[in-house]
């Protein structure tokens, strides 16, 4: 009960839920001008989530992807970092997962997990190399990691494109059936919605997220580096390949990620002429969820939400992608601005605090 009572603080739900009322005001005004209903939109919105089987399936599926790269930047943000890089991380994962899945011929009980610990470790690796940057040569791991998306990204399209490719196609050849990780049984249930295990697995990184951090002497060593590297360095921890090991572990699940995306939905890797999106979209669920894995859960579920969802505001209400672009803008923008959600919210911390003390000066006039 403690655990919980400090993970949901006042502050921690107070003000996100009010950053999506606000977010939400703002962008029924976007729809307002551009003379559209926003309450047709937001219903519409709504019924495309949970309208159908297949939409759940769908929703559940885009939520995944969104877990992992939240985690990974609430990970390296917890232990003083600030991982800009899961994109990067997230793609190598795609191109980790889909080697082993192309190029072996293995038992599924063994081809599917080695898979995913190849995809998971190529993450991992490519976040190394900034965390390595920084600790040996002082550079900053902002700069060094997003450098390090436009390389990972242009790297696995050399990769696809040289030795994985499919004859006369922009793709790889399909992955193994026996690396697939897509849940048939469910999937048949939600009219072949393209669900699959990763979403169990988020659920799990979620747990193991808090306690690595908070049960673990190596989550201890982390938190105590990010806090204070020269009170770490004194108290006798090695600051520089603690480093190293949070980025590591931070890019674990941001290749986690894009492990999943290749083995549970598409089947193939395509020579991206962008990167997919997901690690950008980490930061603000991390944003918005507080950097805890409750948090970023939550924030995975409404950004998976939004985004699936503005499919039927375009297509039932007719607003464009655009305008959900701003809603979602919109929210970022007053959980980063945390401040101008505070100064809505004054008025009901001032009248509670009031209520308090007067309660307090009650009971000593009682007794």
């Not at 293995?106 to 997990?113: M, Q, R, S």
């Not at 980025?247 to 290749?255: C, D, P, R, Y």
């Amino acid at each position: 009960m403690s655990i919980l009572n400090k993970i949901f603080t006042k502050s921690s739900i107070l003000v996100p839920f009010v950053s999506i009322i606000l977010g939400l005001i703002v962008g029924a005004i976007a729809m307002l001008a551009g003379g559209f209903n926003p309450l047709l939109a937001y219903s519409s919105l709504v019924q495309k989530v949970f309208g159908t089987p297949y939409d759940i399936g769908e929703t559940i599926r885009a939520i995944s992807p969104l877990i992992f790269t939240g985690l990974a930047i609430a990970f390296a943000y917890r232990t003083g970092l600030f991982n800009i890089g899961a994109e990067g991380q997230f793609v190598m994962g795609m191109t980790g997962a889909t080697i082993i899945g192309v190029t072996l011929d293995l038992p599924w009980y063994i081809h599917a997990p080695l898979a995913i610990i190849v995809g998971a470790v190529f993450g991992g690796l490519w976040a190394a190399i900034a965390g390595y940057l920084k600790a040996k040569r002082g550079i900053n791991e902002v700069i060094s990691s997003i450098m390090l998306n436009w390389i990972g990204l242009y790297l696995s399209n050399l990769i696809v494109s040289r030795w994985l490719v499919a004859q006369g196609q922009q793709k790889s050849r399909p992955v193994k059936d026996s690396a697939m990780v897509t849940m048939d049984w469910l999937s048949s249930h939600m009219n072949n919605a393209r669900v699959h295990w990763g979403i169990v697995v988020a659920l799990v990184a979620v747990i193991l997220f808090y306690v690595i951090l908070w049960r673990t002497k190596l989550g201890y060593e982390l938190r105590a580096v990010g806090f204070n590297k020269d009170a770490a360095l004194y108290a006798g921890m090695n600051v520089n390949r603690t480093i190293v090991k949070s980025m590591f572990i931070s890019g674990l699940f941001a290749g986690l990620g894009g492990a999943f995306e290749i083995l549970g939905v598409f089947g193939y890797q395509v020579v991206m002429p962008a990167s997919p999106g997901y690690g950008f979209d980490g930061i603000a669920v991390a944003l918005l969820g507080g950097n805890t894995p409750i948090g970023v859960l939550l924030g995975a579920i409404l950004f998976g939400g939004l985004g699936y969802g503005a499919n039927g505001m375009s297509f039932e209400a007719g607003v464009p992608n655009e305008i959900s672009r701003i809603v979602i803008g919109s929210i970022i923008f007053f959980v980063a601005a945390h401040g101008i959600v505070k100064f809505f919210l004054k008025p009901f911390f001032r009248t509670r605090s009031g209520k308090g003390k007067g309660d307090q000066q009650g009971q000593k006039e009682a007794v």
